[in-house]
């Protein structure tokens, strides 16, 4: 194992212990100049790190068609959590003499488009931790799409992994249980204003304080196996 092999298998190491479900490295020079960053950002990093962490079952349990007060602090603590650890990995890079510029896991700039600072989903398709599924979120093969994400942007030469092909095969449960109908059998279908519209109605009724829902997250389980002991 060579010395930027090493680095990337510490790296792993060290996010997993911090609580990561998911990691990979992506190479981003073909997307950064789409990221909605200062110039001096887009120019300086050409690798992210994207790391994921599961959700929790049973709060999704608690959804039937519309978010829950329970998913809702869920999901905001989750993004604490992820923020917290992009965060301490940052800041172990920049001790090793390398560059890290990490990247708030909810900071949405443009709700109605769904665009943040980077599209984590994206550098995570990248970094291969899934596809872009029907639904228009990362579908990992293990969790689904039960699980949020976090950029760390870096200067570190470290070898990125491989994307993954679109893996939903014949599987169409997020279409049976969107609650506007916004996905489609082909993912480019997928009516953003639909969803976005959706989400406002979910906030304005005082289901939650934030443009979120989790159905299709809910139906997107992926293959995740139960475990029998701790």
């Not at 934030?210 to 002991?229: D, H, P, S, Y």
């Amino acid at each position: 194992m060579n010395k930027l092999e090493k680095t990337k298998s510490g790296l792993e190491s060290y996010s997993r212990e911090l609580g990561a479900s998911l990691f990979g490295i992506a190479d981003i020079s073909a997307v950064r100049d789409e990221f909605r960053l200062a110039e001096k950002f887009i120019k300086r990093f050409d690798r992210a790190i994207s790391l994921g962490v599961r959700l929790v079952d049973s709060v999704l349990d608690d959804i039937e068609d519309a978010p829950t007060p329970l998913y809702y602090h869920h999901y905001r603590q989750l993004n604490f959590f992820l923020d917290r650890m992009a965060f301490q990995i940052s800041s172990r890079i920049q001790g090793s003499g390398f560059g890290a510029l990490p990247i708030p896991a909810s900071q949405v700039i443009d709700w109605k488009n769904q665009q943040a600072h980077v599209p984590h989903k994206k550098v995570g398709e990248l970094a291969g931790l899934g596809w872009i599924g029907r639904n228009n979120l990362l579908v990992n093969r293990e969790f689904g799409a039960r699980f949020r994400l976090v950029t760390i942007l870096t200067d570190l030469p470290i070898d990125p992994d491989k994307p993954m092909p679109f893996g939903c095969g014949s599987c169409q449960r997020c279409l049976a249980v969107c609650p506007v109908g916004a996905i489609r059998e082909e993912q480019r279908d997928f009516d953003h204003l639909g969803c976005y519209e959706k989400l406002k109605e979910f906030r304005n009724r005082g289901l939650v304080g934030q443009f979120i829902c989790g159905v299709c997250v809910k139906a997107c389980c992926g293959k995740a196996k139960r475990l029998e002991t701790f």
